[in-house]
């Protein structure tokens, strides 16, 4: 099993930057990739950006050049720093780990912005 802690979400104006972390635990040895998804209210949960164990990278087109995907050193731990951030880009953000030909998810963080 792997789990899944976020930090850092908030409100934000528009224009403004957050960065996002998440710590994963548990069998991470299994983890190949970490990512962040987002759910706008009323509806699915879309890819933001994912980043593999070999530090390829990518990106929903609608944050590109925008946000930036990383991962700690330990590999355990992966960030996302939001910049330029828009009204739209109001969601609840979770952070995904793929391990053992499954996706493990955290529990969610709020991300609001303000026009």
């Known amino acids: 099993q792997v789990r899944l802690a976020e930090s850092g979400g908030g409100l934000v104006q528009a224009g403004g930057s957050l960065r996002l972390s998440c710590a994963a635990s548990?069998?991470?040895?299994?983890?190949?990739?970490m990512g962040w998804y987002r759910q706008a209210p009323g509806k699915g949960r879309d890819l933001v950006a994912v980043?593999?164990?070999?530090?390829?990278?990518n990106y929903a087109d609608s944050v590109k050049g925008r946000f930036t995907i990383t991962r700690g050193n330990d590999k355990n731990t992966v960030y996302l720093q939001m910049n330029s951030l828009k009204p739209e880009d109001t969601a609840v953000y979770y952070c995904?780990?793929?391990?053992?030909?499954?996706?493990?998810w955290g529990q969610g963080t709020q991300v609001t912005v303000s026009s």
């Open positions: 548990g069998t991470t040895f299994a983890i190949n990739a």
């Open positions: 995904n780990a793929r391990a053992f030909h499954r996706d493990f």
């Open positions: 980043i593999s164990n070999d530090g390829s990278t």
